[in-house]
């Protein structure tokens, strides 16, 4: 029976750390890996090898010429034959892979036992690279849009860490931050204009493999809330101090954070320690600000133990505390220097804590489109680590491109314009911050004219048991709120995240009075 992807990597559970292995890079044309393995050959000391350039020496003729002469089923047969016998031989311990090489099943299984790098590459960065060269599938965009959407999937399902091409000739920290790692976790390499750091992602990464990151050295101090560190708090040993504040987004402020800064004076943190903040989006948030503000900046790890901070809040270094006025109006970024999200935290969240986080992954694929959004409409369990997963990548790849919210890190906000108003104006007491944001959606997607959609996603959302209309609430002290949005820019109305279709938002569009009131009235109305 021929397997699928996912069910090729799945079978391969090796129980040693992937220290030394042999590494093998994957990814769409254009994603520089011929480039990156001539980075990791220099540091691992071993000879880079590149598949396309041994077929081509085999065959005695360039790629194109062998797609022009003897079709694309002949060089297929080719590049399989080559590939296989490379990764058969262990002393090529580095090798680039062509594109379309992890078409072959048998190739797939013959990467079992290396380290398996995906250099994840945009289309358009990759059309760029690629049209006009000598490359044969790079010469109408149609088709190679449509090639590049039928690959990702399998670059997904094998590889071990996936590396944004941005970051292919700069190998060192990525192999150093593999170290250790345990077999059925992946990392992901977060890259932002002021500092890269390693994400790992995986089901008992932390609770039973104790796996802390070779690359974050120095004492840890741990900020958790009573309910999570009793559950967890263990696993960080060894600590040299522990700050512990009360679950809820009410710990969220900045009286929490002066408690926070006391208690790290007292057990004496200094510049040469680390902050570790075991939780979820209140704990992330707020540890994060008092590490960017603690002795102005230290470091700091995530240790997301919630849907919402695993899905999102973890990444992109957005840190912060509320004010009763407004949510998050206080604030900095400051990027961690590593996260650890353990799935297997999330066995012990309540029914509704999920479906709070439930929420964010909707928004996420609304955003992101193509395929996540599929699999979340179709019913896809929003714990499964590969759905977190795509999550995670989309909310980088954002961050990447625009880390301090100037541009297109704003479309993050699809839903919470609305959904922090509401929070604020229920004194943060009423609903968990997924449930706002289930609401302010729906008051999104009424404001960009899509009823079809907004009905779809507002069966999810039932489906799930979050709230989709509002009782005892004033819409005036919501629409109050809203007008407080930190997005606000001078005198101007707060821009709103709209969409013109899954996988197409518009930040900064502004919206009349009457129309924002009319969305959240429908809300109170339904």
């Known amino acids: 029976m021929t397997s699928t992807p996912e069910q090729t990597r799945s079978s391969v559970v090796p129980l040693a750390p992937r220290r030394d292995r042999p590494v093998a890079f994957v990814g769409f044309m254009g994603s520089g890996k011929t480039t990156a393995a001539r980075a990791a050959g220099e540091i691992m000391q071993a000879v880079p090898i590149d598949a396309d350039q041994v077929i081509e020496e085999r065959l005695g003729k360039s790629i194109e010429r062998v797609f022009a002469e003897d079709g694309e089923a002949a060089f297929r047969a080719a590049e399989e034959l080559a590939t296989l016998e490379i990764l058969k031989d262990p002393g090529n311990r580095v090798v680039a892979l062509g594109g379309g090489a992890v078409g072959s099943e048998r190739v797939r299984d013959a990467l079992a036992d290396r380290l398996v790098i995906w250099l994840d590459v945009d289309r358009d960065t990759a059309w760029a690279r690629a049209h006009g060269s000598s490359r044969p599938l790079a010469r109408e965009r149609t088709a190679f849009d449509a090639l590049y959407t039928a690959r990702e999937p399998l670059y997904a399902a094998l590889a071990d860490a996936i590396v944004p091409a941005a970051r292919s000739a700069s190998m060192a920290p990525v192999l150093e931050s593999m170290r250790g790692l345990p077999a059925g976790s992946r990392m992901l390499w977060a890259t932002s204009a002021s500092g890269d750091y390693p994400v790992y992602l995986g089901p008992g990464v932390l609770i039973e493999r104790r796996f802390w990151p070779a690359v974050v050295e120095g004492r840890r101090f741990l900020v958790t809330d009573g309910r999570v560190g009793r559950h967890y708090g263990d696993v960080i040993e060894p600590v040299a101090g522990l700050v512990t504040v009360m679950p809820g987004e009410q710990s969220k402020t900045v009286a929490h954070a002066e408690i926070v800064w006391t208690e790290l004076v007292h057990a004496g943190m200094t510049r040469d320690d680390v902050l570790v903040a075991l939780g979820g989006g209140v704990v992330g948030d707020l540890g994060g600000f008092c590490a960017a503000t603690y002795q102005r900046g230290v470091r700091w790890v995530g240790v997301p133990t919630t849907l919402v901070a695993q899905v999102d809040s973890a990444y992109g270094g957005k840190t912060g505390v509320d004010l009763a006025e407004a949510k998050n109006y206080v604030g900095a970024f400051h990027q961690p220097a590593a996260v650890i999200a353990d799935t297997a935290t999330l066995a ?167 129309e924002l009131a009319a969305a959240v009235a429908e809300l109170v109305r339904a």
């Open 348 to 514: 012990t969240l309540a029914p509704e804590e999920l479906s709070a986080g439930y929420a964010e992954v909707v928004k996420t694929a609304l955003i992101a489109g193509g395929a996540l959004w599929e699999r979340v409409r179709s019913g896809a369990d929003p714990a499964d680590p590969e759905v977190i997963l795509a999550c995670a990548r989309t909310k980088l790849a954002i961050v990447a491109a625009d880390e301090r919210d100037d541009g297109v890190r704003q479309v993050l906000n699809l839903g919470h314009t609305v959904g922090h108003a509401i929070e604020t104006a229920t004194g943060y007491a009423r609903f968990r911050h997924g449930e706002a944001v289930a609401l302010g959606l729906l008051a999104a997607l009424r404001l960009s004219g899509l009823s079809d959609l907004r009905q779809e996603v507002e069966s999810l959302l039932e489906a799930r048991a979050l709230p989709t209309t509002l009782t005892d609430v004033d819409t005036e002290v919501i629409l109050a709120a809203t007008a407080r949005d930190k997005k606000r820019r001078g005198e101007g109305p707060v821009p709103f995240v709209l969409l013109d279709a899954p996988g197409r938002p518009r930040p900064g569009c502004p919206v009349a009075a009457g």
